[in-house]
């Protein structure tokens, strides 16, 4: 990820946390770690301004503090997966045994909650479906029923047309179960995104806060506490 002309801003999507490193260690492993002597110094720390050679976005890698007792870390990205690996990264070049950020990724936060509302819509859809699949096996269980009555009492014409009931009713029976495992299918793609969320807001900590994040968020969903959940991923705490 080498260092490219610099932007005049940082991304706005950040991960900010507080380390005790002294800036001057925090900026040597920027620069060996990006292979770039490109770090602008400030009379209260630093920036680097790199591109990423993923997809050539920018990112930033900021530090302000005072100097040997350490100071606050932002990395500006859009990517939280990105943000994550860095600080990752950081804590084990650096011996950080701990790590609390705050996170903000609004676009990335629109999406979750577009997730979120799609893993509700296709549940009450499987619900709705769940019911009129019950009611129509049991209407199928009575055409059967009927037939062999008609059968047994040499009702021909009865029978032949609850057997044609029953076969329309199958093939509608069918179709459900089509649309139900496609249901399932997109419900399951996206608990699959929110399971990556949670582990991208994991990683954006270290130590036994990245547990706690990931117990939390567990807790939130079981509880279906969207609030609480969006917090946990910012904060790493429910509260907020």
Not at 156 to 166: I, T
Not at 205 to 231: H, Q
């Amino acid at each position: 990820m080498p260092d490219g002309a610099r932007p005049p801003q940082p991304p706005v999507a950040n991960a900010t946390f507080s380390i005790r490193t002294p800036t001057t260690h925090v900026r040597e492993w920027v620069g060996a770690t990006f292979g770039t002597s490109a770090i602008h110094d400030s009379n209260d720390g630093f920036d680097a301004a790199l591109i990423s050679l993923r997809d050539g976005d920018p990112f930033w890698i900021r530090m302000r503090g005072s100097g040997a007792t350490g100071g606050s870390v932002s990395i500006h990205t859009i990517s939280m997966d990105l943000a994550g690996e860095i600080i990752q990264e950081m804590a084990v070049a650096l011996g950080l045994s701990e790590v609390e950020s705050l996170a903000h990724f609004p676009e990335e936060m629109e999406s979750f909650q577009q997730t979120l509302a799609l893993v509700d819509e296709c549940n009450m859809v499987r619900l709705h479906m769940t019911a009129e699949i019950a009611d129509s096996a049991n209407l199928a269980k009575m055409l059967v029923v009927k037939a062999e009555d008609a059968r047994i009492l040499g009702e021909l014409s009865a029978m032949r047309e609850a057997y044609k009931q029953l076969n329309s009713l199958n093939g509608d029976l069918i179709a459900e179960y089509t649309k139900r495992a496609k249901n399932h299918e997109r419900l399951l793609a996206a608990l699959k995104q929110v399971n990556q969320m949670i582990q991208k807001a994991a990683k954006l900590r270290v130590g036994p806060t990245k547990a706690l994040v990931v117990s939390a968020c567990r807790e939130a969903i079981k509880a279906n506490n969207i609030s609480a959940l969006l917090n946990v991923i910012k904060s790493g705490s429910p509260a907020g």
